[in-house]
C-alpha cells in the first residue's frame, strides 16, 4: 500500500528518467500513459517504467505522463507516434473500432495488445454519515460520478441509469481529484473512482473521515454486470481501507497495456518480455500484481501486438 508521498517520489524518480544524453544512438524512448497521479494506475505505470530501465541497463529512457483517464489515453493513441504505451479497459477500445461515444469523431483500431494489467474496481463510496447504506439510498443526494469526461464517469452514470438513479442523484461534473476536499467539507454526499484496489486516493481519504463502501446485493451485482460483458464480480476484502470491516462486493472490469501499430516490433518484445519477467518482482512490492496472468490476456479485445505475439508464442501461451 503506497501514500501519495510515495506515489509522488516514484513519479519523480520516473520523470528523471529523461536525464539520459539525446546524443545516445542506442537509447530507446517509451512514454507510458495511465490516469491522475493520484490513482494506483498511476503507481502501476512508474513500476513498469523502473522495470524497463532496469532490465535494458538504461538504453530504455520512459517517460511518464500524467492523464485525466482512459478516454484520453485511447482519443491520444490515434495521434501519437513511436513508442506510446497506454491503458484502458478494452470497452473503450470497443467503442473506438465502432466511433460510438465518446469517440463520434471517427472510428479507428490502431491500438495493439501488450500484456494485462490488474482488473479496474468500481468503488461506490459515501460518507458514513450521509445515509447511504444501498445503491437505492443515493437518491437525493449529491454525488461525483467518477470524473468529468473519465470511463470511470461514463461507468457511473450506466449504473445509475440502471437503477432508475439518473434524475435523482444530483451528479457534480468535477475531476476525481476534487472529490476528497468536497467529501471532507460538506460538498457531496458521495463519489465514485474505478481503479485497482486499494486505489491511494481511499487509502488517504479513509485516515482522515469516516467512510461507506456501498456493498451490491447478489441482484444488483448481476444488473451491474449486464452492463458490460467483459465485467466480472469483485470482492474487495474486510480492512482493506480504515474503517471497512466487512467484504464489500462489487465489481471489476479488466485493463489493458497496449501499444499502436506504430511500436516496432522488437520494441514491442521487449516490454512486454521485461513485464512478465519483473510481474513477480513488482508483486513483492505492490499485490495487486499477483492477480494478473498472461492468460488474461485474452480479455483485452484488441489484436495481440506482433512483437508481444512473439514472446508468448516462445513461453506456449495462446493468447489469440
Known amino acids: 500500500m503506497h501514500s501519495p508521498r510515495t506515489i509522488l517520489a516514484l513519479a519523480l524518480v520516473a520523470l528523471g528518467m529523461t536525464a539520459s544524453p539525446a546524443s545516445n544512438a542506442a537509447e530507446t524512448r517509451v512514454t507510458l500513459k495511465s490516469a491522475k497521479s493520484s490513482s494506483s494506475y498511476y503507481l502501476m505505470t512508474v513500476q513498469i517504467a523502473e522495470a524497463l530501465k532496469t532490465a535494458s541497463d538504461g538504453s530504455y529512457v520512459p517517460t511518464v505522463e500524467e492523464s485525466q483517464g482512459s478516454v484520453q489515453n485511447v482519443k491520444e493513441s490515434k495521434v501519437r507516434s513511436g513508442n506510446f504505451i497506454f491503458t484502458t479497459p478494452p470497452s473503450l477500445l470497443a467503442a473506438a473500432r465502432a466511433g460510438k461515444k465518446p469517440f463520434e469523431d471517427g472510428a479507428f483500431d490502431n491500438a495493439r495488445t501488450l500484456f494485462v494489467m490488474p482488473f479496474v474496481t468500481v468503488h461506490l463510496v459515501a460518507r458514513a454519515d450521509a445515509g447511504v447504506n444501498l445503491i437505492a439510498d443515493l437518491a437525493g443526494k449529491t454525488m461525483i460520478p467518477g470524473g468529468k469526461g473519465t470511463f470511470c464517469g461514463q461507468a457511473t452514470e450506466k449504473i445509475l441509469a440502471a437503477f432508475n438513479l439518473t434524475d435523482k442523484v444530483k451528479t457534480v461534473e468535477v475531476e476525481l481529484s476534487a472529490a476528497a476536499g468536497a467529501m471532507r467539507n460538506g460538498k457531496v454526499d458521495a463519489f465514485a473512482t474505478c481503479s485497482s484496489h486499494p486505489t491511494p486516493q481511499l487509502v488517504e481519504l479513509a485516515t482522515t473521515m469516516a467512510l461507506k463502501i456501498i456493498s451490491l446485493s447478489n441482484d444488483e451485482r448481476t444488473k451491474v454486470l449486464s452492463l458490460d460483458p467483459s465485467s466480472g464480480p469483485l470482492t474487495i476484502a474486510a480492512g482493506t481501507y480504515k474503517g471497512q470491516d466487512t467484504a464489500v462486493e462489487t465489481v471489476g472490469l479488466p485493463v489493458g497495456a497496449y501499444a499502436t501499430t506504430a511500436m516496432p516490433d522488437d520494441v514491442a518484445y521487449f516490454v512486454t518480455k521485461t513485464f512478465w519477467e519483473s510481474r513477480?518482482?513488482?508483486?513483492?512490492?505492490?499485490?495487486?500484481?499477483?492477480?494478473?496472468?498472461?492468460?488474461?490476456?485474452?480479455?483485452?479485445?484488441?489484436?495481440?501486438?506482433?512483437?508481444?505475439?512473439?514472446?508468448?508464442?516462445?513461453?506456449?501461451?495462446?493468447?489469440?
Open 280 to 320: 513477480a518482482k513488482l508483486a513483492e512490492k505492490s499485490p495487486w500484481w499477483n492477480g494478473v496472468e498472461p492468460g488474461m490476456v485474452k480479455l483485452l479485445g484488441a489484436q495481440v501486438h506482433p512483437g508481444a505475439l512473439r514472446y508468448y508464442r516462445e513461453k506456449g501461451i495462446a493468447v489469440q
